[in-house]
């Protein structure tokens, strides 16, 4: 019993970071249908952010909620200066400005940080564990359970009920119809660029928590979580990006547990195979979803 309540929690706190991932990156492939392949790079903007205040007096919740806010301010921007103006070419140009705003960031920091990864300081009560009832629970799980599932409710109350909320779901289903009731199409996807960068500043936060340093390519492994995540989940729904990320995160912990010592160094390769199992039998994912199909120009 001990060992299966261990397992949910682990597989609960990793599933919660890789389903904030995924959802960062639908918001705005859902009004945009791209994939921002720039998104990794928004993580590690926060991630850096968090390593320069880190010597500073301001305390960690504050240090924290400013790497929220330039991830954030950096996604708009992005999206102001490198997306804006392609929007109207062909889906092939927005990928490659995403590949090249990619790229631009992170041989940014490349040569105004360093190409080697830098430690956070991590609060020392993040890697405490807590007895309880026999039970070894990690502070950090319990600290990224209770985290991811405040934004989670937080983006809920958002979608469903506010105006800003039910407009970018109208946006995901019928672009054009909102744009014939006279809703500006820039301000409903900057709103969508903003609420990807405050998810990748929250699930950055955590990922770098996890591994306690930062590097330049600190956002390859969560951008690839991400997409897997949300193409086994439903790229047409922000419940399958959910869906998504908590079957992925418990299926690593799963492996983790279940391959033999030998064999844990192809647990990607095994992860894989079972993502293309389950896209064999469910094509369009584990949620069917309903944003429209059509890009905006």
């Known amino acids: 019993m001990d060992g299966v309540l261990q397992f949910i929690l682990n597989s609960l706190s990793l599933g919660s970071v890789y389903a904030l991932f995924a959802l960062g990156l639908i918001m705005v492939f859902g009004i945009l249908k791209l994939v921002n392949f720039a998104y ?6 926060a991630g850096y952010t968090w390593f320069v205040l880190q010597g500073t007096l301001l305390p960690l919740v504050v240090v924290v909620l400013v790497a929220i806010v330039v991830a954030a301010f950096t996604s708009v921007v992005t999206e102001r ?78 979608m469903q009920k506010t105006r800003l909320g039910i407009t970018l779901r109208a946006a995901a289903d019928d672009f054009r119809m909102l744009q014939l009731l006279g809703v500006r199409a820039d301000q409903v996807i900057v709103s969508a ?48 990006a959910i869906v998504g990320g908590f079957f992925l995160g418990t299926l690593t912990i799963a492996l983790q547990l279940l391959l033999p010592q030998d064999m844990l160094a192809f647990r990607d390769a095994v992860i894989f195979a079972v993502v293309i199992l389950v896209l064999v039998f469910r094509p369009q994912g584990i949620v069917k979803g309903r944003f429209a199909t059509e890009r905006i120009g």
Do not use: C, K, Y
Request: net charge positive; proline share 4%.
């Open 40 to 45: 990794g790079e928004l993580i590690m903007v």
């Open 81 to 158: 200066v490198a997306f804006r103006p392609v929007r109207s070419n062909s889906m092939n140009a927005m990928l490659i400005t995403s590949f090249a705003v990619s790229t631009l960031l992170q041989n940014s920091a490349l040569v105004f940080v360093s190409p080697r990864a830098r430690a956070v300081d991590v609060p020392v009560f993040f890697h405490t564990n807590i007895n309880l009832g026999g039970v070894q629970i990690s502070v950090s799980n319990v600290v990224v359970i209770l985290v991811s599932t405040l934004t989670l409710i937080g983006l809920l109350v958002l």
């Open 193 to 240: 660029f903003a609420i990807s960068g405050v998810l990748a500043g929250i699930a950055g936060f955590l990922w770098i928590s996890r591994i306690g340093s930062v590097s330049p390519t600190v956002g390859m492994a969560p951008l690839l979580i991400a997409l897997i995540a949300i193409v086994v989940g439903g790229m047409n729904s922000l419940s399958g």
